[in-house]
């Protein structure tokens, strides 16, 4: 099992920046396949990005390509959402999430996630 813990969230104004972090503990998550997802309040949860384990292979949504890049720190533990040119249709509780299953692949699929953060609220202002 793995135990992953989001942070990084906060309040920014449209255009800005911020960066999500997620600390895995437990298996290493170097064995898992890595995605953000996202929930707008009265929405359902969307897929954001995702990484393989090695990094070689990342996934974003159409909306925020361009905008958003996923990395990894397998010697920390860490997957990384750097969020740039930030809109207020960006504001949502963001998780991060691991998939056990994939080695060299991404899912956008949420089903395919076994494990998942608390969240950590992002809010972009006008």
């Known amino acids: 099992q793995v135990q992953l813990v989001e942070s990084g969230g906060g309040l920014v104004q449209v255009g800005g920046s911020l960066r999500l972090s997620c600390a895995a503990s437990?298996?290493?998550?170097?064995?898992?396949?890595m995605g953000w997802f996202r929930q707008a309040p009265g929405k359902e949860r969307e897929f954001v990005a995702a990484?393989?384990?090695?990094?070689?292979?990342?996934d974003y949504a159409d909306s925020v390509k361009g905008r958003f890049t996923i990395s990894r720190d397998n010697a920390k533990n860490t997957v990384y959402l750097q969020m740039n040119s930030l809109k207020p249709e960006d504001t949502a509780v963001y998780y991060c999430?691991?998939?056990?299953?994939?080695?060299?692949?991404?899912?956008?699929?949420?089903?395919?996630?076994?494990?998942w953060g608390q969240g950590t609220q992002v809010t972009v202002s006008s």
């Open positions: 999430a691991a998939d056990p299953d994939r080695q060299f692949s991404t899912t956008k699929n949420s089903r395919d996630y076994d494990y």
């Open positions: 437990g298996r290493t998550s170097s064995r898992y396949t």
């Open positions: 990484i393989s384990r090695s990094g070689g292979t990342t």
